[in-house]
């Protein structure tokens, strides 16, 4: 069974970090690209983030670029989001996925190429 759980949020300050945790599990690692996505209330989700299931590559959305960054550890069972220079409009929940299609540059960022989804860690930013 695919399982993708999310850890970090909270209420954070403006201009202060947070790094969010994405537990992957169920399936293998290099077969997938992981996404980031999040919602904010009364707007669509959207992807800032994803890295390959193969090499590692790692696409930004362009509005975040710089202060968000993908990583993995343990074979990629663990992708982190580093988010910096937190901004009250980075307020939503926040997801991680899994797609099998992968993560190959910028339009992998779309919700409807992704599988398996988690179910959020909200993040409050506070100004």
């Known amino acids: 069974e695919v399982r993708l759980v999310e850890s970090g949020g909270g209420l954070v300050q403006a201009g202060r970090s947070l790094r969010l945790s994405c537990a992957a599990s169920?399936?293998?690692?290099?077969?997938?690209?992981i996404g980031w996505f999040r919602q904010a209330p009364g707007k669509e989700r959207e992807g800032v983030a994803c890295?390959?299931?193969?090499?590692?590559?790692?696409y930004y959305k362009e509005s975040v670029k710089g202060r968000f960054t993908i990583s993995s550890a343990n074979a990629r069972k663990t992708v982190y989001l580093q988010v910096d220079s937190l901004k009250a409009e980075d307020t939503a929940v926040y997801y991680c996925?899994?797609?099998?299609?992968?993560?190959?540059?910028?339009?992998?960022?779309?919700?409807?190429?992704?599988?398996?989804w988690g179910r959020g860690t909200q993040v409050t930013v506070s100004s």
């Open positions: 890295i390959s299931g193969g090499d590692g590559s790692r």
């Open positions: 996925a899994a797609s099998v299609y992968g993560c190959y540059d910028v339009s992998s960022l779309g919700a409807p190429l992704y599988d398996y």
């Open positions: 169920g399936f293998s690692s290099d077969e997938y690209g």
